[in-house]
């Protein structure tokens, strides 16, 4: 796990906060993903960068809003949550986009109240 | 959906046993990945297995791909207590360079010492 690390590993914040949460991939990979992970829901990809451009969007909500200022870091910006986007957050990187296996970071338990 | 399921969504064994779990898509697929997920903690990838290829293995782990069937199967042999984890498998939809890699819901394995 230490390829990939994300801070902070748990997140508690009211629906009025501003927090970001940062990904950071020591592996030398092009590509850094964000996905969000619900109970009972499968893995859901939210964003995508290749060599720092954002590729995918996937209908994510305004209040998540990324930002990749190198290959090597990935921030994702939170303001006014809801209470249903309390999961789990992953950040991810591979080589290239799409066809390479990708390596996770432990994640980021967010809990909205 | 173009996801993968997989099944059973939960298995039980004891150690020593093998375990198989499965995974059905509904549409081409670029390749078909396996990954492991410790309890609330980052994926970690086990196999990638491409649309040509029929069978790979890694150390205890057999993957299977069936293209005719679409379907893939995850073998764990002479499994181990550390093997208890959530398996997802995701499949690459589309070019190599533009598809997207979607996960299943995952099988929950228990294996009991």
């Known amino acids: 796990e230490t390829g990939v690390t994300q801070t902070p590993r748990h997140l508690v914040m009211g629906m009025t906060n501003k927090k970001s949460l940062k990904c950071e991939q020591h592996l030398g990979h092009n590509a850094m993903y964000w996905y969000k992970q619900s109970a009972k829901k499968p893995l859901e990809l939210m964003f995508v960068?290749?060599?720092?451009?954002?590729?995918e969007n996937n209908s994510v909500p305004s209040r998540f809003s990324p930002e990749c200022p190198n290959s090597s870091h990935l921030f994702l910006h939170l303001h006014t949550l809801q209470p249903e986007d309390s999961a789990l957050y992953l950040c991810a990187s591979s080589q290239g986009w799409a066809s390479y296996e990708q390596y996770f970071g432990p994640g980021t338990r967010l809990t909205v109240t | 959906s173009q996801q993968g399921e997989e099944d059973p969504q939960a298995l039980s064994i004891q150690e020593g046993e093998n375990a198989t779990m499965n995974c059905s898509y509904k549409?081409?697929?670029?390749?078909l990945q396996w990954y492991r997920q410790n309890s609330g903690r980052g994926l970690v990838h086990l196999i990638l297995i491409r649309s040509n290829e029929r069978e790979k293995h890694s150390g205890r782990l057999r993957v299977t791909l069936d293209t005719s069937k679409k379907s893939s199967s995850l073998l764990i042999t002479a499994s181990r207590a550390a093997d208890t984890a959530s398996y997802f498998c995701?499949?690459?939809?589309?070019?190599?360079?533009?598809?997207?890699?979607?996960f299943g819901q995952g099988t929950t394995l228990q294996v009991k010492p």
């Open positions: 995701a499949t690459l939809f589309g070019s190599s360079n533009t598809g997207k890699l979607i």
């Open positions: 960068y290749n060599f720092k451009e954002q590729t």
């Open positions: 549409t081409s697929i670029n390749n």
